[in-house]
């Protein structure tokens, strides 16, 4: 199993961006597909997850209503879109998988890419 992250960046206050999230070695479908994020010195925050069993969720309170997870089942990858992005939002963006479902910790998870750095100046 790999996941690649990708569609991070340098991005203004208010701005967007879209990560993607690409799978090889498995289905999508088959899994839940969550993204975390991580500020430096923090712990790794769960932001959104995906799966067949309970839809698309947001633990984070702080992202509810500005970013949306979303899958292509084509291309086997898992987006994250985020719009209105604030200088809080700013750190480095992981996906991960697990055929279980959905934790609250990246560390559950089966198996997570590498990461994808955010930055959102203001």
């Known amino acids: 199993v790999q996941l690649v992250e990708s569609g991070g960046g340098l991005v203004q206050a208010g701005g967007s961006l879209r990560l993607s999230c690409a799978a090889s070695?498995?289905?999508?479908?088959?899994?839940?597909i969550g993204w975390f994020r991580q500020a430096p010195g923090k712990d790794p925050e769960g932001v959104s997850c995906?799966?067949?069993?309970?839809?698309?969720?947001y633990p984070a309170d702080s992202v509810k209503g500005r970013f949306t997870i979303s899958k292509d089942y084509a291309k086997n990858t898992v987006y994250l879109q985020m719009n209105s992005l604030k200088p809080e939002d700013t750190a480095v963006y992981y996906c991960?998988?697990?055929?279980?479902?959905?934790?609250?910790?990246?560390?559950?998870?089966?198996?997570w890419g590498q990461g994808t750095q955010v930055t959102v100046s203001s």
């Open positions: 995906i799966s067949s069993s309970v839809g698309s969720i």
């Open positions: 991960a998988v697990d055929r279980i479902g959905c934790f609250p910790n990246l560390y559950d998870y089966a198996y």
């Open positions: 070695g498995l289905t999508p479908d088959d899994y839940a």
